[in-house]
């Protein structure tokens, strides 16, 4: 800096006015004590005690409401409490910082329980067409298709036949499972 400055008082006031202003960023904008409280909340959300990760969520939403992994944990537990509007709106924001498909699964399921079976529908699919090797939409659009309410014969036929043949990345007992549950929805 002194070899660019030199003796130019100009330069010298633009240079310390820079330092000033990406100071004054940094301690405006700085996250670390909000992360180790996400951090501790994360704890709670491991373990499926979503009642108390969402008290903690909430009161750290002002300044982790741009982190994507964050919004979807938050969303997530209130679609756990069955707040199914506000787990939603949340995951609607998340979508906005992260492309995590099961964000979408998510919203999907949200909207299957609260009984608005198009959206659903719509949610599902966009979630196969983000990552279209993943089985998990299909299989939740095979029970979303099974749904007594919103029974569709043809388009559970279609989509329990792709969760039944395509091909795991890596086998496992969730593939197994699913693939069991569905051919019982199809009986």
Not at 94 to 122: C, F, R, V, W
Not at 153 to 174: F, G, W
């Amino acid at each position: 800096a002194a070899c660019v400055i030199g003796r130019s008082k100009i330069i010298l006031l633009f240079f310390v006015s820079l330092m000033v202003l990406l100071g004054a960023y940094y301690w405006k904008n700085n996250q670390y004590d909000a992360c180790k409280d996400w951090h501790r909340g994360k704890m709670l959300y491991n373990i499926g005690a979503y009642q108390s990760a969402k008290e903690d969520y909430e009161k750290l939403y002002p300044e982790l409401a741009n982190r994507g992994a964050f919004l979807f944990e938050y969303g997530y537990s209130l679609h756990k409490l069955k707040e199914y509007d506000n787990s939603t709106r949340i995951l609607e924001e998340a979508m906005t910082h992260s492309n995590d498909p099961m964000i979408l699964n998510i919203i999907g399921k949200n909207y299957q329980a609260s009984g608005d079976y198009e959206q659903a529908e719509e949610y599902l699919i966009r979630s196969t067409h983000r990552l279209p090797g993943r089985i998990y939409p299909y299989y939740l659009l095979a029970k979303l298709y099974a749904e007594p309410k919103y029974r569709q014969p043809e388009k559970l036929k279609y989509v329990a036949e792709i969760v039944l043949t395509k091909e795991p990345k890596v086998q496992s007992t969730a593939v197994r499972e699913m693939r069991e549950e569905v051919k019982k929805l199809l009986k």
